[in-house]
């Protein structure tokens, strides 16, 4: 059986976040104290008295505003253009839900959004053996002093047999709201190990990330949008593909280091970071309008830091003038920009038509194919004799490198460790020799070759 869900929903700034965090038991979904800070769903794994679920945390819901050009003045707040968005993707993670923490602010007392949302928690509500389902239970957050929890009675206002005074901040309580809620879902899966492809989109702000996804997976996943930065948490989305599990990972655009503002943006980047981490392909994503510019050099260089499988998806192809020789003079340009990356394949496509889209998740999964090869150490040592009888190494203080046998101790990244005479007598451009020769014999397409040395 699937893994019940749980979603957080509340209006904006009643510490739905915090609470994420708190019961992730890490800082995986972005605070700050701008209401609307989370806008797409952010959703991971909690365990609690044996019991696996999935939290998913939403964007604030303000039924009592409405977006630019509905008649009335904009949110003073800083993502007031994404209001009729949260909206949607807060009700999406509501139907997806086997129950669900409505989360109020018990410094605040209730507000007429408050009640706007109870209302229409109780419209999505359905009656299953008697029961109203899916089960909803009141959080009443921010209380973090004796006051604020008597205070916090006033929420029974709303109808509800019992409330759940918390302070997520401090996590006090929130042990017994846990053990309400497993009480309610119903009989989950147990947690298994993930064996997924996990393929993360990367690559700077605005390049068509979410837009590609989208069209990759067929329904509006991820809120879409001309301004940079709409996406600021990193979403999975989990599918079946020709057989194979994939969990695809949208990420927020990241800049150069220099570039990125403190704040949202700042743990925006360090959760793209940790999505390239856990993933085995990255898909670096590059506006073919405005060219590859230094970000992108920066964000492939951090697929390259952790060693990670790469696809180049060169986006926004169809804003381009072409003749039969554009494709092949911006793959020569594409390769001399990222020339340390010359073994990653180049797909051009175009997320707004569709163009090549389809054969993206093709290309990854043939990455990660290569990305498990193992050779025998017999063909290791092979290809390491015949390089070094085509092309011994330099002398270097009248003594020559060698390489006296070789293996590949491990995959994903493939990695080989050689026996040599001394580790200090090579230069990298021999090694990159050796790593040229490997790849003569079997491609690794799309992969990183590590090589490690060791004095024998």
């Not at 998913?56 to 993502?79: A, F, R």
């Not at 923490?101 to 999505?124: C, H, M, W």
């Not at 497993?182 to 068509?208: C, Y």
């Not at 996943?221 to 989305?237: C, M």
Request: aromatic share 6%.
């Amino acid at each position: 059986m699937q893994k019940p869900v749980v979603a957080i929903v509340g209006r904006p700034n009643v510490g739905k976040s915090t609470l994420f965090n708190r019961l992730a038991e890490r800082r995986m979904a972005i605070v700050d104290d701008i209401p609307g800070t989370t806008r797409d769903r952010l959703a991971t794994e909690v365990e609690w008295t044996g019991v696996v679920f999935d939290i998913i945390d939403t964007g604030g819901l303000d039924p009592t505003q409405v977006g630019p050009g509905k008649g009335q003045e904009p949110l003073s707040i800083g993502s007031h253009q994404f209001i009729d968005e949260i909206r949607s993707q807060a009700e999406i993670a509501i139907q997806e839900s086997d129950a669900i923490l409505f989360v109020v602010d018990g410094q605040s007392g209730i507000t007429p959004a408050d009640r706007e949302i109870n209302e229409s928690l109780r419209k999505f509500q359905q009656i299953k053996d008697g029961e109203a389902y899916p089960p909803v239970l009141l959080v009443v957050n921010k209380c973090d002093n004796k006051k604020s929890r008597q205070n916090a009675v006033q929420f029974y206002e709303l109808g509800y047999k019992e409330i759940h005074i918390i302070s997520a901040i401090h996590g006090s309580a929130t042990g017994d709201m846990l053990d309400a809620l497993v009480k309610v879902l119903p009989e989950g899966g147990e947690e298994e190990e993930d064996t997924s492809v996990k393929i993360a989109i990367v690559g700077k702000p605005n390049v068509g990330k979410s837009s590609l996804l989208n069209k990759m997976i067929g329904e509006d996943r991820v809120i879409v949008s001309n301004i940079p930065g709409t996406t600021r948490d990193s979403i999975d989305t989990s599918l079946i593909y020709k057989d194979a599990p994939i969990t695809i990972i949208d990420t927020a655009g990241i800049r150069k280091r220099g570039s990125i503002e403190p704040g949202v943006e700042k743990f925006s980047v360090i959760r793209a970071m940790k999505a390239i981490e856990r993933s085995d392909v990255a898909l670096l994503v590059v506006d073919a309008y405005e060219g590859i510019k230094s970000q992108d050099t920066h964000v492939a260089g951090y697929i390259l830091d952790e060693w990670k499988s790469a696809v180049v998806v060169i986006n926004k192809w169809d804003l381009i003038e072409k003749d039969t020789h554009t494709m092949a003079e911006f793959t020569d340009y594409a390769r001399y920009e990222l020339n340390f990356m010359d073994y990653v394949p180049i797909l051009f496509t175009s997320a707004l038509t569709g163009k090549r889209v389809d054969q993206i998740l093709d290309l990854a999964l043939e990455v990660q194919k290569e990305r498990m090869i193992r050779l025998p150490t017999s063909q290791v040592n092979k290809i390491v004799q015949n390089a070094q009888d085509k092309h011994p190494s330099p002398s270097k203080a009248g003594r020559h490198f060698k390489i006296y046998y070789g293996s590949q101790v491990r995959n994903n990244p493939p990695t080989f460790l050689l026996h040599v005479n001394d580790p200090k007598l090579t230069h990298f451009t021999y090694l990159r020799y050796i790593e040229n020769q490997i790849r003569e014999h079997t491609p690794f397409l799309g992969t990183p070759i590590k090589i490690l040395l060791r004095q024998s």
